[in-house]
């Protein structure tokens, strides 16, 4: 698309749909939902989209869970 001179409109997170595997843990959790908010836009993005690509909602739901400690400590999907 970058060839043909097309643009990509990146989507702020208030724009992606919230699965609601992780916004059942986000309304369980003030703290979770806190730290979510507090991610940057890109952070907050690529997490919903990873969770989000998930076809089967038990692969949601395991996704949600693995990365909610990486939530907590405020790092990225791809942060270690």
Do not use: W
């Amino acid at each position: 698309m970058e060839r043909a001179g097309l643009k990509v409109r990146k989507l702020n997170p208030s724009e992606l749909e919230v699965p609601e595997e992780f916004q059942v843990q986000l309304d369980a959790s003030p703290k979770l939902k806190t730290a979510f908010e507090s991610l940057t836009p890109g952070r907050q993005r690529a997490y919903l989209m990873h969770f989000a690509s998930a076809k089967q909602a038990k692969t949601r739901v395991a996704r949600v869970e693995r990365y909610i400690p990486h939530i907590l400590d405020g790092k990225g999907i791809d942060d270690r």
